[in-house]
C-alpha cells in the first residue's frame, strides 16, 4: 500500500469516527439536548397547544374587571371541574418593561370560546384578586369548585407563559 492510500484511509477512517460520534443517540457532550431557559422534565410546564383562545367578549370581560389601568390582548381557556379556566396576561398600561405584566387565572360556568360569552367572571388566583381590587365593579370570589392549585389552573397558566415567551 502506498503512502497515498495509506494516508487516504486513515483520512477517511477518522472522518467516520468523527461523524459517528457527532450523530450517536447519546449526545456525549457533542449536542444540547437541553437548550437555556428549559427546566427539568418534572418541572417542565405544558405546552400552549392544550389552551384553546377565549373569545372576545371573554377577553372584555377581564378588561372590564381589572380596570383601565390595566391591559391584556387575549385569554387561554381550559376546561376543569365546575367549568372553565381562563388564564391572561395583564399589563399596566403605562409600562414601557414587559416584565410588569402578571399572569392571572380566572374562571367562568359560561363557555368562553363562544362568541356570545356573558357569563360572570371570577378571581382564582391572587394576581387576579389584586388586579380587581381597586376596580368599584368587583368581581365575585371563585366558588368552591375552582381553585388556583387544581390541574386545569395550572394548565393555563403554563399556557399563558408559553404564549408570553414566543
Same mark, same amino acid.
Given at each position: ?8 484511509? %486513515?483520512?477517511?477512517? /477518522? ?7 457527532? %450523530?450517536?443517540?447519546? +449526545? ?8 437555556? /431557559?428549559? *427546566?427539568?422534565? $418534572?418541572? !417542565? ?6 389552551? @384553546? ?13 381589572? /380596570?383601565?389601568?390595566?391591559? %391584556? ?18 399589563? +399596566? !398600561? ?10 392571572? *387565572? ?5 363557555? +368562553? ?5 356573558? /357569563? ?6 391572587? @394576581? ?7 376596580? $368599584? ?24 407563559? !408559553?404564549?408570553?415567551?414566543?
Amino acid at each position: 500500500m502506498t503512502t497515498r492510500a495509506k494516508t487516504t484511509v %486513515t483520512a477517511f477512517l /477518522g472522518a467516520a469516527s468523527l461523524a459517528l460520534l457527532l %450523530t450517536a443517540c447519546d +449526545p456525549g457532550g457533542a449536542q444540547n439536548i437541553d437548550p437555556v /431557559g428549559k *427546566v427539568p422534565g $418534572s418541572e !417542565e410546564k405544558t405546552r400552549s397547544a392544550e389552551c @384553546a383562545v377565549a373569545a372576545s367578549p371573554a377577553v372584555d370581560a377581564i378588561g372590564t374587571a381589572v /380596570g383601565p389601568h390595566d391591559t %391584556t390582548e387575549f385569554a387561554n381557556v381550559t376546561a376543569g371541574d365546575g367549568g372553565w379556566y381562563l388564564g391572561a396576561s395583564i399589563v +399596566p !398600561e403605562d409600562s414601557k418593561d414587559a416584565n410588569d405584566d402578571e399572569v392571572t *387565572v380566572w374562571a367562568t360556568t359560561e363557555d +368562553p370560546t363562544k362568541d356570545d360569552f356573558d /357569563g360572570t367572571l371570577y378571581a382564582v388566583n391572587e @394576581a387576579a384578586q389584586d388586579a380587581t381590587e381597586d376596580e $368599584s365593579a368587583s368581581v365575585p370570589p371563585a366558588p368552591s369548585a375552582f381553585s388556583a392549585d387544581s390541574d386545569a389552573a395550572q394548565r393555563v397558566e403554563s399556557c399563558v407563559v !408559553e404564549a408570553a415567551d414566543r
